[in-house]
Every structure is written in structure tokens, then in C-alpha cells.
């Protein structure tokens, strides 16, 4: 950076001054460069700048939330420090951003593919507790939480029944649980997955396939609503289960169909019915899971 000093001469340094002593003028702007630790001297050459430095500071004071932030760049706060004989600006976190990246630090542990990001601020605390039904899910959720911290293998749920009923939301509740101690986990709409896993054939299909089927905590969201095809269900979902199965590693459904109606849907393809093939991947399923119904209003509408 060049030397401010050697660029003004004194006529301009004056009119520099006089900008400055304006500026003070405001008696909260004065405030706020006096409790810089800089020179007037210095401060004078940069009046323009720490008037816009100044603006942010005040829309700080009054900012309630981060999502009510003012300062042009969200969550961040244009400020001076001196280097030298100069003075130099950069962006700083504001106590609000940081608190938030705090609080939000356990969703680097969770990919979603396809699913919307309000389930990333699900949590148990805002589960429905009027329904006794999910009395039995719940329990369950909180002894796999605490097998799972032991260094356990404790078995995932399939978890079946009507729309809207909360089925998504109860186990993204639990990962976002387990997400905060660093556990990775998955969160996969299976039938728009599948879709894109085709879409990427060429490109980052082994990424994509390799990450579901080795990710500690996965959950298929929405199992059955897909378009079966032979190759989806024993090139993708069955080389999935197995590894999983036999690796132990939990594993989470979520369907409207029942197991048997899983079954029946799983054998039909646009290449004729393959019951044995459903059967082997339902077996799959239950060595992987527990199986319970939640048949519940929709809390969606």
C-alpha cells in the first residue's frame, strides 16, 4: 500500500481536516474514532471511509438478529486497523455470526440429497408429544442415541405410515443429534437420489454411490415412491444394503408402504416380476432395521 502522507500536501491535508472536524461534529461519530487506537493525524486522511466504518457500527448496535443485518456484507462488519502510518479495512464477524456458525457447526456432518433444509433445525424438543404413537419412537430413538454413544451398532427403524405424519422429521431430529457429537450422516430423498445418481454417470457417480454406502448413519426417505427398475434395485439399493448390513452399519427408511407392500413394489419393473429379487432386498431391510408404523394426522397441512 502506498504512503498516504507522501501522496497529500498541506493545502490538501487541510481540506482533509476540515472534512474530518465536520464529521466530528456528530458527537456518536466522534465517539467512535476517538476509541480507535490511532492517531488523529492518521484518522484524518480517511474520513470518507470510517463514516461508512461508522455506519455499520451503529446498524450493529440496533441489529436484533442476524437476518435483520443492514452492513453490506450479512453478519460482517467493516472495521479499521492501523498499519503504519495507514489505515487498513477488513470484514470481521460480528458476535451474531458467530454465534450462529456455533450453532450451526454440526451440519458440516450432514449431506442432504435432495431434502429440504428446514429438517436441518429438527430437534426433539420440537417433536409433537400429543400423539402417544410416537411415545414408542421416541424411546427407541433415545436408547439408540445412548447405545450408539457406548460404540454400539444399535439396528435403524423402518419407519412406515401415513402422509405427513412426521415420519423425515423424527429421524432428522435424531441425526441432528447425533451430527453435534460428529457423527456423519446422510439424508437421502431415495427417489430424486436415484434420478441424479443416473444424471451422473459419467461424472462423480462413484462418489456419490460410495458416500451413501459407507456413510456411518443413513437414512432412505421416501423408499417405494421410486420408478422401480432392475438396475436401481440390484446395481444401487441391494450393493447398498449389503454393504451396510454387513458392515453394521445403522441404517433408517422411511415409506409409506408397508413392508409386504414394499415387496410387491420392488418385484414389478418395465422388465417383467422378479419376486425373489424383492424378497432378497426386503430381507436386507429387516436385518437392518426394526420395523414400526406411524399412522398419525398431517401436521403438514
Known sequence: MK???KLIDKSDYNTLKRSYMDSCSNKDFYKYVSSLPIEEDILIKYTSILEE???EFLNCKKCKSLDCCKNKVK???YVPEKNGNNITFSYESCDKKLRHEEKTEYLKNIRYYDISTDLSSASFKDVYKDDNKRVPILKYMTEFIKDYDKGQKPKGLYLNGSFGSGKTYLVSALFNDLAKKGVKCAIVYYPEFLRDLKASFKTDYEDKFNYIKKVPLLLLDDIGAENVSSYNRDEVLGPILQYRMEEE???FFTSNLTMEELEKNLSITTSGVDKVKARRIVERIKQLTISV?????????
Not at 293 to 301: A, H, M, P, Q, Y
Request: zero cysteines; hydrophobic letters at 25%; proline letters at 5%.
Open 75 to 77: 453478519g460482517y462488519r
Open 3 to 5: 504512503d498516504v502522507n
Open 293 to 301: 408404523e406411524l399412522v398419525s394426522k398431517n401436521r403438514r397441512g
Open 249 to 251: 452399519l445403522p441404517t
Open 53 to 55: 466504518s461508522f455506519s
